[in-house]
C-alpha cells in the first residue's frame, strides 16, 4: 500500500489534524473545480486508502468561490471520446464516489457556489452537505446535449425524488436557499462559512466510535439496496457486531452510571 507520508496530488489538497479529521480541498479554481480524469484518479486512491491511513472523517472542500461544476467539459470536448471511452470514465466516476458513500469514513461537503452537474453527483456521495447562502444547485445537461453520468439517478434521484431529478435535468431548473434544504439537497444552510460548520460536525463524527462509524456510512447505504426482509436480516447482523464491540463499554457504563452527556434540544 502507498505511504500517505509520500503521496503525491495535484488538484487535491490533503490536510490532516491529530484527531483523525483531513480536510480533503478540491484545488482547481480556476476551472471552478470541474473534475478532469486526473482529479477523479486521485479521489479514487484517496478515499480507498481512508480508513487504513487512520481518517476518523472528512471534509470535502473547494478552493475558490465554487465547489464544482462538474465535469471538465474542455477536457472532454478535446479529448473527442469514443463511446466506450467514456463509459470507462463514468465507471471511474462511480468507483470514485461508491469510495465515499461506501468506505465507512463519515464525509461532510462544504458546499458553496455552484454544485452542478457532475459536482451535485460528487456533493451528493458525501454523507453529510452543508450549504451557505451563495449556494446552487443544478443538473444542467440536459441543455448541453449531455446525460449524467456519475450517479445523479441514483444519489441525487434518492435525494430529490424521480420527478424533480427529470425536471431538474429537463428544464435546468436551479435550487437553492431554503428551497434547496426542503428537497434535501442539503441537510444544513448556514449564514456564514459552510466550511466551519462541516468542520464542526466532522470533529463531532470523528469522536464516534470507527466501527460504528463504519455501520453507519456504509451498511445504510448497502440496506437501502435490498429487500425489506434483507436489509432488516443485515440490520440485525450490524447491530450485533457494532453493539457488542468491546470499545462501547466505557461509553455505555458512562450512560449507565448517569455521567454521559445527555441528549438535549437546540436552546
Not at 470541474?34 to 487512520?54: K, P, Q, R, S, Y
Amino acid at each position: 500500500m502507498i505511504d500517505i507520508d509520500t503521496l503525491t496530488l495535484k488538484n487535491l489538497r490533503l490536510e490532516r489534524h491529530e484527531d483523525g479529521v483531513w480536510i480533503v480541498t478540491l484545488n482547481r479554481p480556476a476551472k471552478r473545480n470541474a473534475l478532469d480524469v486526473a482529479t477523479v484518479d486521485e479521489m479514487i486512491l484517496l478515499f480507498a486508502n481512508a480508513a487504513d491511513w487512520g481518517a476518523r472523517a472528512i471534509v470535502l472542500a473547494a478552493e475558490g468561490d465554487h465547489f464544482c461544476a462538474g465535469l471538465d467539459l474542455v477536457e472532454h470536448h478535446r479529448a473527442d471520446r469514443s463511446p466506450a471511452d467514456f463509459m470507462r470514465i463514468c465507471l471511474r466516476w462511480h468507483e470514485a464516489f461508491n469510495k465515499m458513500e461506501y468506505g465507512g469514513v463519515p464525509i461532510i461537503a462544504a458546499l458553496k457556489g455552484a454544485v452542478v452537474g457532475g459536482g451535485l453527483e460528487l456533493a451528493s456521495a458525501a454523507h453529510i452537505r452543508v450549504a451557505d447562502a451563495s449556494t446552487y444547485f443544478a443538473l444542467p445537461e440536459g441543455q448541453r446535449g449531455l446525460f449524467t453520468g456519475g450517479g445523479a439517478t441514483i444519489r441525487v434521484s434518492d435525494l430529490v425524488g424521480k420527478a424533480r431529478m427529470i425536471d431538474m435535468i429537463l428544464t435546468g431548473r436551479v435550487y437553492q436557499g431554503d428551497e434547496a434544504i426542503s428537497v434535501g439537497l442539503a441537510q444544513y444552510l448556514v449564514e456564514g462559512s459552510s466550511f466551519d460548520v462541516a468542520l464542526d460536525l466532522a470533529r463531532k463524527a470523528a469522536a464516534n466510535l470507527p466501527l460504528t462509524n463504519f455501520a453507519i456510512c456504509s451498511a445504510i447505504s448497502h440496506m437501502q439496496n435490498m429487500s425489506a426482509l434483507d436489509a432488516a436480516y443485515a440490520e440485525s447482523a450490524v447491530a450485533g457486531i457494532v453493539n457488542t464491540q468491546p470499545e462501547a463499554r466505557a461509553r455505555l457504563e458512562a450512560f449507565a452510571n448517569r455521567t454521559a452527556a445527555r441528549i438535549r434540544p437546540n436552546e
